[in-house]
């Protein structure tokens, strides 16, 4: 009896591995990728970090160094903040896929909201 509750777990195990191979394949692409904006804000990059944090759908976020990086949607947006000597500077770099959840102008939109 108790092997047949371990087949089905391991097949939910196999398949939450494999989507989540899926959905970070494209964050070294989106590293790569051209910015989309960039711009330089005199707040500091905890107020931005919040502020975005709070506008933006679908964010996780991590820490590279003293950056932080903002995933926004399914690998769609990347936001990179990096602490500078006047508050910081926010690069957005967005994938090649389509995304319906965030358009180029909503993004260009919050991170004015929060940049300024």
């Known amino acids: 009896m108790p092997s047949c509750r371990v087949v089905p ?3 939910l195990l196999a398949s ?12 070294p692409e989106l590293r790569a990728s051209s910015p989309v904006i960039y711009v330089s804000s005199h707040r500091p990059l905890g107020d931005v970090l ?3 944090e709070d506008k933006l759908p679908s964010v996780s976020a991590s820490k590279l160094g003293s950056a932080s990086e903002l995933l926004v949607g399914p690998n769609a947006w990347l936001v990179t903040l990096t602490p500078s000597q006047y508050g910081s500077t926010v690069k957005v770099q967005k994938s090649s896929g389509d995304y319906g959840g ?5 993004m260009r939109f919050d991170i004015a909201r929060c940049t300024t």
């Open 9 to 11: 777990f391991a097949s």
């Open 16 to 27: 939450l591995f494999a989507l989540a191979a899926c959905s970070s394949s494209s964050v």
């Open 50 to 52: 919040n502020c975005l």
């Open 102 to 106: 965030l358009s180029e102008p909503e």
